[in-house]
């Protein structure tokens, strides 16, 4: 079983529309989760860290549900510049630090 | 949000040959991490870097493999023998809890 799995895409929407992606993480024992965004064959970068309550961040919403080990993410209105690969990544604490566990992304195309 | 830089930021090189990638911090921190990524593929996690000390490892960072940070700044991944299948992505991430990661080193291994 993948550790972190993600819907590939790739989803397609309009300019305007709101879309959501999920994800699903195998560890229960997790203990930090983030959303990355990744350009083509660009380095990823950190989009927001994932907390129990859910936050937002402009257009951007983030929810977790640790009893289903389930991650979510909202973009709403969205813009031609989301087109990315959207990562949902986790991650176990440890006293040796902390390696993160990345899914395979979820691809978002953004269409005029 | 921290920066990283990293050369070369293509190399390319003949299988059998020793690579050193490099990361440079631009503040100072404790924790490095090297990833990889695989044309295609999900990011893959390869070592972490504390106090100067591999603080963890995955399968993938074997004997071929060593990290070190020579000289207090600059952070480096050496792949002593590469092979085809060491063609990839690799990025560089500083920090503790959130990573950032480096503009990566894409190498292509012939």
């Known amino acids: 079983r993948k550790e972190v799995e993600q819907d590939p895409g790739p989803f397609n929407v309009p300019e305007g529309a709101t879309v959501a992606f999920n994800c699903t993480y195998s560890?229960?024992?997790?203990?930090?989760f983030f959303w990355y965004r990744q350009d083509c064959r660009k380095e990823p970068k950190l989009l927001m860290s994932?907390?129990?309550s859910g936050n937002e961040d402009g257009r951007f919403t983030a929810q977790l549900n640790r009893a289903s080990q389930y991650i979510s993410l909202l973009i709403r209105d969205s813009k031609l510049s989301d087109s990315a690969t959207y990562l949902c990544?986790?991650?176990?604490?440890?006293?040796?630090?902390?390696?993160?566990?990345f899914g395979g992304g979820t691809r978002l195309m953004v269409k005029p | 949000e921290p920066e990283v830089t990293q050369t070369p930021s293509h190399q390319v090189t003949q299988m059998g040959q020793e690579v050193i990638l490099r990361c440079v911090p631009i503040?100072?921190?404790?924790?490095f991490y090297w990833y990889r990524q695989i044309l295609g593929q999900k990011v893959e996690f390869l070592v972490s870097?504390?106090?100067?000390?591999?603080?963890?490892k995955s399968e993938i960072f074997d004997d071929q493999f060593s990290v070190e940070r020579p000289d207090g700044s600059n952070f480096t991944l050496k792949i002593r023998s590469t092979k085809l299948e060491d063609s990839a992505m690799y990025f560089c991430?500083?920090?503790?809890?959130?990573?950032?990661f480096g503009p990566g080193t894409r190498l292509t291994v012939l």
């Open positions: 991430a500083i920090s503790y809890n959130e990573q950032f």
């Open positions: 560890n229960s024992a997790s203990q930090s």
């Open positions: 994932v907390y129990s």
């Open positions: 990544v986790v991650n176990m604490w440890s006293n040796a630090g902390n390696m993160l566990t």
């Open positions: 503040s100072n921190h404790l924790y």
């Open positions: 870097f504390y106090n100067n000390e591999i603080s963890e």
